[in-house]
């Protein structure tokens, strides 16, 4: 049925950006973290370098009623 499908397609889409956001949080915590002293002088020799933030829509779909 049309309508279940859409219920189910919000869900899935309310547990993507729940699950982006989360993953944001974490990346912007990370680079916060290998941008204080003295972490800062512990990795000057690694290759680790900023966690990239999911720019992904931010609005749902709008569906078709």
């Known amino acids: 049925n049309f309508k279940e499908l859409q219920a189910q ?6 547990r993507i950006s729940v699950e982006r956001k989360r993953f944001n949080d ?4 990370y680079n916060t973290a290998i941008r204080t002293f003295p972490v800062t002088c ?3 020799c690694s290759d680790l370098t900023n966690a990239h933030i999911l ?4 609005e749902p779909i709008k569906h078709l009623r």
């Open 9 to 14: 397609l919000e869900g899935t889409e309310n």
């Open 26 to 29: 974490t990346a912007r915590a």
């Open 42 to 44: 512990l990795l000057a």
């Open 55 to 58: 720019n992904l829509r931010k």
